[in-house]
């Protein structure tokens, strides 16, 4: 999935952390979540601003992430 245009950064916007679409959540909230146990629809039941492929992204973007550490 190409995460690009869905996951951004503004340096006075939660610290410059990436977040989705110019919001205030951040992948790493959306992760969070997740990894707590929520389902994505109770995500987005929780966050009706938010789509499956905003998650999606999410997930896409920590997982080329870690790829990215872990390349020496």
Request: overall charge negative; glycine content about 2%.
């Amino acid at each position: 999935m190409n995460y690009k245009n869905i996951i951004t950064f503004e340096p006075d916007k939660r610290s410059g952390k990436p977040c989705i679409r110019n919001m205030r959540i951040t992948v790493y909230d959306v992760l969070d979540y997740l990894a707590s146990g929520m389902t994505i629809e109770e995500v987005l039941n929780d966050f009706p601003e938010l789509t499956k492929e905003d998650i999606l992204a999410c997930l896409s973007y920590a997982a080329d992430r870690e790829r990215k550490s872990l390349t020496y």
